[in-house]
């Protein structure tokens, strides 16, 4: 089946002729019309847009023109990045109907590159979630076990690559929401590192921390897919000035001597004890390998879970405070006076965890309290990054778990914001240091759910992430591939 191919193997099946884009776009239209009902990973699927794009790149092909390795190769995109043309949500009523005028950056680089987008891909609203449910379109499911969450806020995307409704996807993440539910749903997340991929036209969450990245079938795939979205921009401020090497020259080497540190804040109380098992399991594939694992102290990372939330809340209601229902998003029916339509449009507009987190970022900004909460969080911040300086002058990876625990099952958290933030505990301190990671599968716990196994490297050396990621790969050996839907 077209649909189970990697994109490395439809890469090479396009320019051999094997295949026609159009095939390989219709093999995953077809599996979304079947499969999708289930999983729920798709908002808005752009059938005839992908066809009529797939046989314009068969046309270029079949008269030889020079294409790039991705011509024809489909792709899902996270509903938070603009696409001229086509609707993007963030899955939020305030969007429900925005068809944005231009190309965020990132999809400007898939069309130049002749690529064809599939869809836009289920999210929490405004990216603000861990398991897909505050969506204000339906709940994604996690195809490995139909009752339990896929993760989040990229749940859609991680979802589309494990039910197999497209090759890779991109996803945002804030504070582990391409890599969360990356673990969740057994594929390969990555968020490189903060500045390495532009955010221009991404629907900002908390503009500090916000990072696109690619969620794929395997390591290989993710290392192609940084070398498509990865490269400075002028038009995003925080964009960096650094060269794009080939990340695939990372892949198939060896790892012997390599030092990884273990941070025993990481493995203690709250983790899962089959998710402990796996990791441990990991550290001897990689020992076997020749690598040195050394069990380290972090003692800060106490305190990231907190000051994430203090940041990203702040800088939350400080973006989506543009959606007043006159310039963005929308307009409420009823209303007698200007303070009743800006009141009324948001609270239509915004789902509850939104309006938490607004009213939580409003308040740590207010005068009287800015200093005792917002400063003291960016003060933390700093410290985290520093002791994570420390532990790279001696280290070149860090390892920990992707989550505390394997997914939960749908509705078992959604009244209780604490317990659900709780989830992002393992992946918040590498947004909060600006750092690039990886999350990769590592195993099943008893009930057959996956376990992510997450590598953290130094800032823009995500060549490193990708080499020990790839050779453990390569190395490990796990019964369970696929789900089956």
Same mark, same amino acid.
């Given at each position: ?47 005839? %847009? ?12 079949? *008269? ?67 398991? =897909? ?26 979802? &589309? ?10 996803? %945002? ?11 969740? $749903?057994?594929?390969?997340?990555? *968020?490189? =590192?903060? !500045? ?25 795939? &993710? ?6 979205? $990865? ?6 401020? /925080?964009? &960096? ?7 695939? =020259? ?33 550290? *001897? ?10 069990? #380290? ?41 200007? #303070? ?23 308040? &740590? ?36 778990? =992707? ?35 990886? /999350? ?16 953290? !490297? ?18 490990? #050996? ?8």
């Amino acid at each position: 089946m077209l649909y189970q191919k990697s994109v490395s193997q439809l890469q090479h099946m396009l320019q051999n002729k094997e295949v026609t884009s159009e095939e390989v776009t219709q093999s995953y239209l077809d599996r979304i019309e079947v499969v999708d009902k289930k999983v729920g990973a798709y908002i808005t699927v752009a059938t005839e %847009s992908a066809l009529a794009t797939a046989r314009s790149v068969d046309k270029k092909r079949n *008269k030889g023109e020079v294409l790039s390795p991705f011509a024809g190769i489909p792709i899902g995109i996270k509903d938070n990045m603009c696409t001229e043309g086509l609707r993007t949500t963030c899955a939020s009523k305030m969007l429900d109907h925005y068809v944005p005028p231009f190309d965020a950056t990132i999809v400007n680089k898939i069309k130049e590159n002749d690529m064809i987008i599939l869809g836009k891909l289920n999210m929490d609203e405004f990216a603000m979630g861990s398991s =897909t449910e505050n969506s204000a379109y339906h709940v994604t499911k996690n195809p490995w076990h139909l009752d339990y969450v896929p993760g989040g806020s990229s749940g859609g995307s991680a979802a &589309a690559v494990a039910a197999e409704l497209a090759p890779f996807t991109l996803g %945002s993440d804030t504070g582990g929401s391409i890599r969360q539910p990356a673990h969740y $749903c057994g594929v390969v997340g990555m *968020k490189p =590192t903060y !500045g390495r991929v532009s955010r221009y036209g991404l629907i900002a969450f908390a503009s500090s921390l916000d990072q696109i990245g690619p969620l794929t079938r395997d390591v290989r795939d &993710a290392a192609l897919a940084l070398n498509l979205i $990865c490269g400075h921009d002028r038009m995003d401020s /925080s964009s &960096a000035f650094v060269d794009t090497p080939d990340f695939t =020259t990372y892949l198939d080497q060896d790892i012997k001597g390599m030092r990884i540190a273990l941070p025993r804040e990481f493995m203690g109380e709250g983790i899962a004890e089959d998710v402990k098992a796996s990791i441990l399991k990991a550290v *001897k594939v990689l020992e076997h390998m020749g690598a040195i694992v050394d069990e #380290v102290h972090m003692e800060m990372t106490e305190y990231a879970l907190p000051s994430y939330y203090l940041i990203s809340s702040a800088e939350a209601s400080s973006n989506l405070a543009r959606f007043d229902g006159i310039k963005y998003g929308h307009q409420a029916k009823d209303y007698d006076t200007l #303070v009743e339509l800006y009141k009324q449009s948001r609270d239509e507009g915004f789902g509850a965890e939104v309006k938490r987190r607004i009213m939580l970022g409003t308040y &740590a900004l207010s005068s009287g309290y800015y200093d005792a909460y917002y400063k003291k969080a960016q003060q933390v911040r700093t410290l985290i990054k520093n002791q994570f300086d420390l532990l790279f002058a001696e280290y070149d990876l860090v390892l920990t778990p =992707t989550g505390p625990t394997t997914a939960f099952k749908l509705g078992a958290k959604v009244n209780n914001p604490i317990e659900m933030y709780l989830n992002d505990i393992c992946t918040v301190p590498i947004n909060i240091a600006g750092l690039p990671a990886i /999350s990769l599968n590592s195993g099943f716990d008893r009930m057959g759910l996956p376990i992510g196994l997450q590598l953290i !490297g130094k800032g823009f050396d995500e060549g490193t992430i990708l080499k020990v990621a790839h050779a453990y790969e390569q190395a490990r #050996v796990l019964d369970k591939v696929r789900p089956e839907l």
